[in-house]
C-alpha cells in the first residue's frame, strides 16, 4: 500500500539465515545489508565444567559481593532452586520467569534496576528492553540452545563499557537435554535446531582461545 515508503530493518545479532529471512519476510530482498563488529572488547567470556555449579557461583560471588549478576537457566524449576539456595547464603537473589504474574516479574525488574537486588535468575525471559549498564556478570547455568541466544544474552553484562564476565557452564548432559527438547519439532525445525546445537558443543569445547 506504501511502495515509496523507506524500510529498514535493525538486529542486533541475527546469523546469516535470519538476515535472509528478515529480507525475505519484508520482501526487500535486494536491499543493502551493513553488518558492523560483533566484538565487545570489555567482555570475557568464559566456559566451564559444569561440576558443582552452585558451589563455582558462590565462590565467584564472595569476591565480588554488591555487584550486579544475571543468572540464566533453562527451566523455570532451576531458576528458583538456584535463587533459593543463593538466598540461604544471604544473597540479595530473586527469580523471574515467564510463569509469575506480570506484577510480580514487574516488582522484582524494578528492583533489580534500583540495586534492592543484586542477582536475578531468570529463563531468557528476562532481559529483553533492560538496560542496566552496570551488569557485571551474566551467567548461564545451563548450556544455552545457540550460540547466537548466547551472544545476545552475554550482551547485557558491560553495557557501561566497563568489564563483563560471562561465564558458561558446560557439560554434554546439557546438550542431551536440550536435544530431547527438539524431538516433537518438525523435521526441518528439529534439523535446524541440531545445527545450532552443534554449533554451540564446538564453541564449549574447543581447546584454544
Avoid at 546438550?175 to 564453541?203: C, G, Q, W
Wanted: glycine share 6%; net charge negative; charged share 25%.
Amino acid at each position: 500500500h506504501f511502495p515509496s515508503l523507506p524500510i529498514i530493518a535493525l538486529t542486533a545479532t541475527a546469523d546469516a539465515t535470519t538476515r535472509r529471512d528478515i529480507l525475505s519476510q519484508l520482501s526487500i530482498p535486494d536491499a543493502p545489508v551493513f553488518l558492523s563488529s560483533f566484538d565487545r572488547p570489555n567482555l570475557s567470556l568464559t566456559v566451564l565444567p559444569g561440576r558443582k555449579r552452585i558451589e563455582q557461583i558462590e565462590d565467584f560471588l564472595s569476591r565480588h559481593r554488591g555487584e550486579s549478576w544475571i543468572i540464566y537457566c533453562l527451566s523455570r524449576k532451576s531458576c528458583e532452586s538456584v535463587s533459593e539456595a543463593l538466598e540461604r547464603k544471604w544473597y540479595k537473589s530473586a527469580y523471574y520467569h515467564a510463569g509469575m504474574p506480570s506484577g510480580e516479574r514487574m516488582i522484582i525488574q524494578d528492583a533489580f534496576l534500583k540495586d534492592d537486588i543484586e542477582i536475578i535468575v531468570a529463563t531468557v525471559a528476562f532481559g529483553m528492553g533492560i538496560d542496566k549498564p552496570d551488569v557485571r556478570f551474566v551467567i548461564h547455568y545451563d548450556a544455552p540452545k545457540s550460540l547466537e541466544g548466547y551472544y545476545q544474552e552475554t550482551g547485557r553484562s558491560g553495557r557501561d563499557g566497563l568489564e563483563g564476565n560471562c561465564i558458561m557452564f558446560y557439560s554434554h548432559d546439557d546438550i542431551v537435554k536440550l536435544d530431547k527438547f527438539n524431538k516433537d519439532k518438525p523435521v526441518t525445525e528439529r534439523d535446524n535446531a541440531k545445527h545450532l546445537l552443534n554449533e554451540m558443543v564446538s564453541y564449549a569445547t574447543l581447546g584454544t582461545c
